[in-house]
């Protein structure tokens, strides 16, 4: 009995799936542990990242970074993210690659009905493996909001919060910002 050929011998599944996503015209996508979702925000969800850009963009651009929604690579995992926020130097945002978790200062993601497990779960774990030093979740199912820190592969050793909707909290060092979220409830 002869086995059926393998057509993947020889093909880096990984590089193949992540050059697709980018090559994908018309709407942006990520990959979620091998899954090709698009990136679709409402305009609620829009109008609350956007109440969290406006409060920390003073700061950013005082710490000569640039904040927006690039691409981030996970190497060596079936993921290409698209976070809602992520906080760069602006040297790094020059180069028009994906950038890696590790090189940002902070990434935000904004739950919505269709995509608040992956980022309560999925991204919180693999932005602490990859390495992102804060990871701020504006959970607008539960009305909270949630600052990561202190990466470790295994997860986020510190957290602050779940706080409700309408409490202000800390961003810490480099940041010294508080994100008043009473605009999001």
């Not at 002869?2 to 050059?19: C, H």
């Not at 000569?64 to 079936?78: A, I, K, R, T, Y």
């Not at 309408?166 to 010294?176: E, I, K, Q, S």
Request: hydrophobic content about 35%; overall charge negative.
């Amino acid at each position: 009995m002869t086995s059926a050929p393998d057509y993947n011998q020889g093909i880096d599944t990984e590089r193949a799936l992540k050059f697709a996503v980018q090559r994908i015209r018309g709407d942006r996508v990520q990959i979620i542990e091998g899954i090709i979702e698009p990136v679709t925000p409402t305009w609620d969800h829009e109008l609350a990242a956007k109440l969290v850009r406006r409060q920390i963009e003073g700061r950013v651009d005082e710490l000569g970074c640039v904040e927006g929604s690039g691409n981030l690579d996970l190497p060596g995992s079936s993921n290409w993210f698209v976070p809602d926020i992520a906080v760069v130097p602006e040297n790094l945002a020059k180069g028009g690659s994906a950038l890696l978790p590790d090189q940002t200062l902070l990434i935000v993601e904004v739950t919505s009905e269709s995509n608040a497990e992956t980022d309560r779960v999925v991204k919180r774990r693999r932005y602490a493996e990859y390495g992102a030093p804060l990871y701020l979740l504006v959970d607008r199912i539960d009305r909270t909001i949630t600052l990561f820190s202190e990466p470790q592969k295994i997860g986020y050793t510190q957290l602050d919060g779940p706080h409700p909707f309408g409490t202000t909290l800390r961003l810490p060092h480099p940041f010294d910002v508080d994100i008043d979220t009473s605009g999001l409830a």
